[in-house]
């Protein structure tokens, strides 16, 4: 099996331009999503073609910029389709894509099914039209914990955890 690789799409475009970025971004009057994800597909083929590329797994795809969360969510879907469907994925991989405030909404959690934790002492409900900060696309994987009341002997031995038998 070939090493597996992490993938860098960018989307040069924001809203505004940052004082503190230096990165590859354009502040234009109208973003021309469209003709862009139809370019990042094309080239996204190529490389899905060639040999070096072959029989590898994507173990995480970064979405940077500029500000990759002023696309729809439908066209970051369907840059994620084809990337699922060229090249096969590590069930653990990162997807990650960079927000800014004012440009992700409760929209991105229907299509793009966008796991949100929150680790507060309150609850926080996001609501359609709700402006949110960040956010982290990923699976959301089913547990199931089973309780046991003993464990088997390991080949450590039976001193318990951590135990080198001796």
Known sequence: MRPPFSLYIHIPYCVSKCPYCDFNSH?????????????????????????EWQDRTVQSIFFGGGTP?????????????WVAATFPINLDCEITLEA?????????????????V???????RVTRGMRIAQM?????????????????????????????GS
């Not at 002023?70 to 389709?81: E, N, R, V």
């Not at 409760?106 to 949100?116: C, F, H, I, Q």
């Open 27 to 51: 502040v234009v009057a109208e973003i021309p999503e469209d003709n862009y994800t139809d370019a990042l597909l094309r080239e996204l083929e190529h490389y899905g073609t060639m040999d």
């Open 69 to 81: 969360s002023t696309f729809k969510p439908a066209s970051i879907g369907k840059l994620l389709a």
């Open 100 to 116: 800014n405030p004012g440009t992700v909404d409760s929209d991105y959690r229907g299509e793009l099914k966008v796991a949100l």
């Open 118 to 124: 929150n680790l507060g002492a309150e609850p926080f």
């Open 136 to 164: 982290v696309v990923a699976a959301v994987p089913t547990v199931e914990f089973l309780a046991v009341t003993e464990l088997p002997a390991t080949q450590r031995a039976d001193g318990g955890f951590g135990s080198t």
